[in-house]
């Protein structure tokens, strides 16, 4: 290329990349200028090697709009400004954002985040079963009810009793359209209250995360349900003055506090601070996103090889709300991949508020002979079942169903671990392939995956 044409085309470039930065977050913009000027930096040094058709530069620019929405590899410091807003700031409610996320409340206000409990007297069609019913395990009525919990894979009534909230003794199974008994008694906290519903509150072991600013003292809420303050922090400073300097995001933290803006209620663990006048409480109390989760919560302990309420024997989740619990144990974790480079829980048309239809967002960092794997030419000769089959679906092995969450009905998986079938029979902890082969046993799938050649054998089980 003619030095007189080098110009133009870095120029032409900058242009092209610098579009792909609109409207992307300030890490992603980061990215791109760190490539706009290495691209700048080699075209100079390599002008006879910089003729990028139109087509491979716009590759670029899908690229980098599509880069995953990963904790900041360098968080930007909070100014000493925000810091004091921090402080000084209240809370004000979901409903003070919608002026200038007008959009973004619209999604909101309709995922499970903001429908976790419901009024049944401001929403009567909230209560999925029909009520009265003549079975025995229902001693209630709708006139009961003061919230409705749930409604996803099962869902529970409270009722109130003077200022608190008691969980009443019959659940709905919504997969199974039955009704079940509830009383916890496996968990850590079960025999540090009494054998009786009506003495186990939930403002000490369900309200904190079910809210805004919850104040166990005067057992008041902001607002019920997971509010635009419950990751962003209180927001009055910023609805005075909205900057980015006076609000919290997220996505500008370093993967470790991002992460607990959700671990800190999709974990199991226990409050440090217990009892607190009298009462154990089973969330995080004290703890908001502008602090450190550490500092007020303890993830449930596990005993190798043990299996417990919590966890089977290699410490992965054996029951629903320890995604946290799992997550933190992945490779994924380590690498700065955060719960929202998968989930966004403003809303999406997709199951589990992901951000793209599962297999999508896998393939976008994992496809075939990448450094992240698999190390296969194609899916097929990774995953070893035909293309488009639930078996080829990175899901199925990497994140099978196998916490439960009620009866037979479980969630899955946060470890993206691949259970081999040797490891079901040591440590008691289901594996992907007896999931779905459920007639075979663990010996059929080890003998099934030893034909796998491209697999090493020293990550297998003997």
Same mark, same amino acid.
């Given at each position: 290329m003619a030095p007189g044409r080098l110009l133009p085309v870095v120029d032409c470039t900058r242009r092209h990349l610098i579009c +792909?930065?609109? !409207? !992307?977050?300030?890490?992603?913009? /980061?990215? +791109?200028?760190?490539?706009i000027s290495s691209a700048m930096e080699f075209a100079t040094l390599h002008a006879a090697g910089w003729q990028l058709p139109d087509q491979q530069t716009w590759q670029l620019v899908a690229y980098i709009r599509n880069l995953p929405e990963t904790a900041s590899v360098n968080p930007i410091a909070l100014p000493a400004d925000h810091q004091s807003s921090a402080v000084s700031a209240h809370y004000v409610g979901s409903a003070a954002c919608k002026t200038c996320h007008s959009s973004i409340y619209e999604t909101w206000r309709k995922t499970p985040m903001a429908n976790i409990l419901r009024d049944p007297r401001q929403h009567?069609?909230? @209560? @999925?079963p029909a009520l009265p019913t003549n079975d025995p395990l229902v001693n209630f009525t709708a006139a009961d009810i003061a919230f409705v919990y749930g409604s996803k894979w099962k869902q529970r009534y409270f009722k109130r009793i003077g200022d608190d909230y008691y969980v009443l003794p019959a659940q709905w199974d919504v997969t199974h359209h039955q009704w079940r008994p509830y009383f916890v008694k496996d968990d850590w906290w079960a025999p540090l209250y009494p054998p009786d519903n009506f003495k186990r509150p939930t403002s000490a072991l369900c309200d904190g995360c079910h809210s805004v600013n919850y104040d166990i003292k005067t057992k008041t809420v902001t607002e019920w %349900?997971?509010?635009?303050?419950? =990751?962003?922090g209180a927001g009055s400073e910023h609805v005075d003055h909205p900057t980015s300097s006076n609000i919290l995001n997220p996505a500008r933290q370093?993967?470790?506090? +991002? %992460? *607990?803006? =959700? @671990?800190? =209620?999709?974990?199991?663990?226990r409050a440090l601070e217990n009892p607190i006048a009298g009462k154990y409480y089973d969330w995080p109390v004290g703890y908001d996103v502008t602090r450190k989760l550490s500092d007020f919560w303890k993830l449930e302990e596990h005993k190798l090889g043990e299996t417990s309420f919590t966890h089977f024997g290699d410490g992965t989740a054996h029951k629903n709300r320890m995604?946290? %619990?799992d997550f933190v144990t992945s490779l994924m974790y380590t690498h700065g991949v955060t719960c929202f480079t998968c989930h966004d829980v403003?809303?999406? *048309? %997709?199951? +589990?508020?992901? /951000?793209?239809p599962a297999q999508v967002l896998c393939l976008d960092c994992h496809g075939p002979n990448s450094p992240n794997g698999p190390h296969a030419h194609t899916l097929e000769q990774h995953t070893h079942h035909k293309s488009g089959s639930a078996g080829s679906e990175c899901i199925a092995c990497h994140m099978p169903k196998i916490a439960q969450t009620i009866a037979d009905v479980n969630v899955r998986s946060h470890t993206f671990r691949f259970v081999y079938p040797a490891m079901t029979d040591a440590l008691h902890i289901p594996n992907a392939c007896n999931n779905c082969h459920s007639d075979k046993t663990t010996m059929w799938a080890t003998a099934a995956i030893k034909t796998w050649s491209e697999r090493s054998p020293w990550r297998m089980a003997q």
């Open positions: +792909a930065t609109l !409207l !992307l977050g300030s890490e992603k913009e /980061r990215m +791109a200028n760190s490539f009567p069609e909230a @209560i @999925i %349900n997971v509010g635009c303050e419950k =990751c962003h370093s993967y470790v506090p +991002a %992460n *607990d803006v =959700c @671990i800190q =209620c999709h974990s199991q663990g995604q946290g %619990n403003h809303g999406t *048309d %997709n199951g +589990a508020t992901l /951000r793209k």
